[in-house]
């Protein structure tokens, strides 16, 4: 498509359009690392090396053709108001970054991006020595920081809030403070967890919680709670409703017609006879439904 106000070429799975190119992510280190590992610095003109010299390339009109639909605006709303193609845009820099710089540049080594895991980054960002840092501690600013990322940048589409609701419906429709509605979200991870130095925590762990849950919330005749349970395997679901008490499973709620469920250590988004569209939807609709 195009306009007065674009230069884009769009095809079915392909955009091309054009920026300055010549612009990259440079590599940081921290002081605080003895062992000195890279991570995404500030940006900077490419550097072009040769035989015996490195020049410094200029910032030169470019075009990119960019593969595929665009996944992130199919789950969530524009960060911004960039459009490629605007002319507004043409005598502006595209810059890159390297797989590497992602992985383990920013998930593991970065120390100002939120980490999952306590294990696996430099040694001052893990904490391991410190002994009087619990893992509650360190885990803390961890989620201060990711909830401030969400809050910035990612807002789901109202077609997966939609999803989310259709889901978890006690959830979304008992919110007033005269409604005595509570839930509890489970989020129970196996599948490909088993591949990794991560351990799975077997699922009648689960059950005891789900108790007591149910034994604080469902007095004087209330019995309108929920236990929202997501997970990525087939096999906890398969067991959770032949081995738990039905006075639980009678309040267990999961999103209906779920596929990409896995019954070895099959990662769930590598099940080919699902899709990476259906898995992809599947699992930020449990995202959104737990939170």
């Not at 970054?97 to 920013?106: A, H, N």
């Amino acid at each position: 498509s195009s306009s007065t106000n674009t230069t884009t070429t769009t095809t079915r799975r392909r955009v091309q359009f054009t920026m300055l190119g010549g612009m990259e992510i440079g590599c940081a280190r921290d002081a605080r690392d003895p062992l000195g590992f890279w991570f995404p610095g500030r940006p900077q003109t490419k550097n072009r090396t040769t035989t015996n010299t490195t020049t410094t390339d200029s910032l030169r009109p470019q075009t990119f053709v960019l593969d595929g639909t665009g996944v992130w605006e199919h789950y969530f709303e524009p960060v911004s108001d960039f459009v490629p193609g605007d002319l507004s845009c043409r005598n502006k820099p595209l810059v890159t970054m390297d797989d590497v710089q992602i992985l383990p540049g920013l998930h593991t080594l970065a120390p100002w991006m939120p980490h999952a895991w306590r294990q696996g980054s430099p040694p001052y960002i893990e904490q391991q020595q410190q002994p009087h840092v619990s893992f509650r501690e360190w885990m803390e600013p961890q989620r201060v920081n990711s909830s401030e990322i969400v809050q910035r940048y990612i807002h789901v589409t109202p077609t997966l809030q939609h999803r989310a609701a259709c889901a978890h419906p006690s959830n979304h429709n008992h919110n007033h403070d005269n409604d005595h509605h509570v839930s509890l979200g489970v989020h129970i991870r196996h599948g490909d967890k088993r591949n990794s130095i991560r351990r799975i925590l077997p699922t009648k762990l689960f059950l005891p919680f789900c108790q007591e849950f149910l034994k604080a919330h469902n007095n004087n005749n209330n019995n309108s709670s929920s236990i929202y349970i997501a997970t990525d395997s087939a096999l906890v679901l398969e067991e959770i409703y032949k081995t738990w008490p039905l006075s639980v499973t009678e309040h267990i709620v999961t999103q209906p017609f779920v596929r990409a469920l896995s019954r070895n250590r099959t990662a769930a988004f590598d099940l080919n006879s699902v899709g990476h569209h259906r898995t992809n939807l599947e699992a930020l609709t449990d995202i959104v439904a737990l939170s």
